[in-house]
């Protein structure tokens, strides 16, 4: 499991740059990387509020305290930024790493994923327990966020696969489907030089409460995020009504 320590030894930039998508299986990525010793790039200023945060919500537990807690944390530091040169953001697009980093030596990967998984897992993980996830699927396919109390990181933290990867012209990411991650995963072990054999440990896995899709949803979340069943062929499902 990734540790305080684990982060901490390993906080420094180097030539892989995974570009963590959220809840694409970033974490057990991330884990992977820091069990074969490789540099690579982490968010040193995010990387404490996380620390913070799994520190007290092993103590309130999801409670309204623990969301206090979590703005109040998030606040300072991006308060601090006006006084840090540290990233803004641990989830950092392509366009923000090329910004940050203009050498031609860093070698680029991620996981993508069906917009629709993506959603039924950010619910599950962040909102389950607070509204329903028809409301959840609506408010965001609308840019509302009326259930967020920060309404601008869930925003940012949903954003489409093809905002995060830009165009990617020059072709520089490796990209691997989380749908196919068992057959794909051979050839992120080669992009990386590691043993083939190396084992996912899949970390911050979402509840397996099955979540139902309507063709009304559906439609919504295929008009949301358009560019990422086009560019990466996604194709939209939903629970079919039965005939009477």
Known sequence: MINSKSIIYKMKFGKYIFIHIPKNMGHSIENILIENGLEYELDVKFSIIKLSLKFIHNIYNNSIMYY???????????????????????????????KKYKTEDNKYFT????????????????????????????????????FSLMPNIDKYNLQSNYDYLGDDIDNKILTIKYENIKDEFPNLCSFLGIDSNTQIKHFNKSKETKLIYTKEMAKLVY??????????????YYEKKNKK
């Open 68 to 98: 206090v807690c979590y703005f109040a944390i998030t606040l300072l530091f991006f308060l601090k930024d006006k006084f840090m040169n540290l990233p803004y953001a641990y989830h950092t697009t392509y366009n923000q790493y090329k």
């Open 111 to 146: 996981i993508i994923r069906h917009p629709q998984g993506r959603l039924e897992s950010y619910y599950k993980f962040m909102y389950s327990n607070v509204i329903s996830f028809e409301r959840f699927v609506k408010e965001v396919c609308d840019d509302s966020y009326k």
């Open 223 to 236: 008009d949301k995020y358009k560019c990422d069943y086009k560019k990466y062929d996604y194709k939209i």
